[in-house]
């Protein structure tokens, strides 16, 4: 959503304008609408045409800055992972005093309206600070929803909360709390949304509506992930459909030239004495359609300019247009994260893709055995029926058979005595028209008894 609000007296037109930038992707837009007066609150703020009605709170000690590519600060916003983009930047500086705050407050939101708040934040510095989160009744009351304490590195963080119950309409607060004086760092935030779903679990993502907690690492790569539909940029090779809904939803994928790398990074995630387990679906359809990979990074080795990590998963070359599922088991001492890299191949008509991302606190099991549909259930039931109620009729035959077969005089298996003992073992005859019937199958094996075998034996050699 682009929101505008246009204040000019005289009569005047509206143009809207877009610039071919290569050879693939695509510009779009749809439902231009027109209202008397200001815009309405947006559920999503990306600060890239002003404030989006938030304000400063007049009481604190700093204020925010809006600000795009900074020395000090995020070299990209997290809306267009640019330096051109722009976000709210509190900077840090020697003269800093533990406990000083800087907060910002959204417009007042209905208390029908919400039930998470969603935002990206960026902390960096030995001595930043901490980021807290309030949903802020209409009386004045805060509760704090989300906190963060400390340096998190040189990358955009998730952040999600769950909305209280309310009567009341309320605002969100975010602010910044000092902890000294500090050399260099500072903390950011950026792309703050309200959505009326709940709140999504922890490390899972089906991209029917965004990126989840998903990005691209700005900066650093050519390409990016794109959240796309069903026939993508590439319609003779991307998928046609999601694998999440089978529709035209969903999927993020990727454009670019011969040899240009694509990074999609997660949330951060702590260390599990069980490890986790990252399961995910992929779609790479095209020939000579390059090198998917996961790696999985942390503070440490990020801190020593690798951007990638330590790779854990690999596939290349074309797999037909189909999705197929990945699990990779994780074992890592330290809070990470996960890197999706894709260096794009030689062809132009290709593409890959990614859905149904899911990152659990336990080990890999193997996939769960594909259920038959609908329409095909009743017949397999129905067959598996059958053949188990054949193998009982044949069972109980072959037993009858060998009963009406076997000698009246048949000597227990217990007792050998007065048996005639070939080496090997024994077959019953069986008479039938007085005909009589070698057969292979008997329910009684005779004893072995050496007293039987000859006494003058050759050796094997």
């Known amino acids: 959503l682009a929101q505008s ?27 231009v609408a027109f209202v008397h007066g200001p815009c309405h609150a947006s559920d999503l703020c990306d600060f890239e045409d002003g404030s989006c009605n938030w304000q400063q709170v007049p009481s604190d000690d700093f204020d925010w800055v809006r600000q795009s590519g900074y020395s000090t600060g995020p070299k990209t916003d997290h809306t267009t992972s640019t330096a051109a983009g722009h976000y709210y930047y509190l900077p840090s500086s020697t003269s800093d005093q533990n406990g000083q705050t800087a907060s910002m407050f959204s417009p007042l939101y209905p208390a029908s309206k919400g039930s998470c708040v969603m935002l990206w934040y960026y902390m960096n510095g030995e001595e930043v600070g901490t980021l807290n989160v309030y949903q802020q009744s209409e009386d004045g009351k805060n509760v704090l929803i989300f906190s963060q304490l400390g340096d998190q590195g040189r990358l955009w963080r998730f952040a999600q909360a769950s909305l209280l119950p309310r009567v009341q309409p309320y605002k969100i607060v975010v602010e910044g709390v000092k902890a000294g004086p500090a050399f260099e760092g500072g903390m950011a935030f950026d792309d703050v949304q309200l959505t009326d779903a709940q709140c999504p679990p922890h490390g899972f993502c089906d991209f029917e509506s965004s990126l989840c907690s998903w ?3 700005g900066g650093v790569d050519q390409g990016d992930w794109l959240h796309g539909t069903g026939d993508s940029s590439n319609p003779n090779t991307g998928p046609t459909f999601d694998h999440t809904t089978n529709s035209t939803h969903g999927a993020p994928n990727t454009v670019g030239e011969w040899g240009d790398m ?3 990074i997660s949330d951060v995630f702590q260390p599990s004495s069980r490890g986790h387990c990252l399961t995910f679906w992929y779609h790479m359809y ?25 790779l854990n998963w690999i596939e290349t070359g074309n797999k037909g247009d ?18 999706f890299a894709y260096q794009r191949g030689m062809s132009t008509g290709g593409d890959v893709a990614l859905d149904d991302i899911t990152i659990t606190s336990d080990a890999c099991y193997p996939p769960s ?27 109980i035959l072959l037993f009858m058979l060998n009963r009406k077969c076997k000698t009246i005089n048949q000597p227990s298996w217990m007792d050998n005595e007065g048996m005639d003992l070939p080496s090997g073992l024994d077959t019953f005859n069986c008479t039938t028209n007085g005909t009589e019937h070698d057969s292979d199958f008997s329910f009684y094996n005779k004893l072995y008894d050496p007293s039987t075998q000859p006494e003058n034996t050759a050796e094997a050699s």
Request: hydrophobic share 45%.
């Open 5 to 31: 609000h246009v204040t000019l007296k005289n009569v005047h037109q509206v143009v809207l304008e877009a610039t071919v930038g290569g050879e693939t992707g695509d510009i779009a837009i749809d439902d």
């Open 369 to 395: 055995p594909i259920l038959p549909s609908d329409n095909s259930s009743l017949s397999v039931a129905l067959a598996v029926s059958l053949t188990l109620l054949a193998g009982v009729i044949i069972s």
């Open 322 to 339: 189909q999705w197929l599922q990945a699990r990779v088991p994780i074992k890592h001492k330290d809070a990470f994260w996960f890197v």
């Open 262 to 264: 694509s990074f999609l």
């Open 215 to 217: 990005s691209n690492l």
């Open 286 to 310: 095209g020939g000579h359609i390059g090198t998917l990979r996961v790696y999985i990074n942390d503070r440490k080795i990020h801190a020593g300019g690798n951007e990638e990590g330590l």
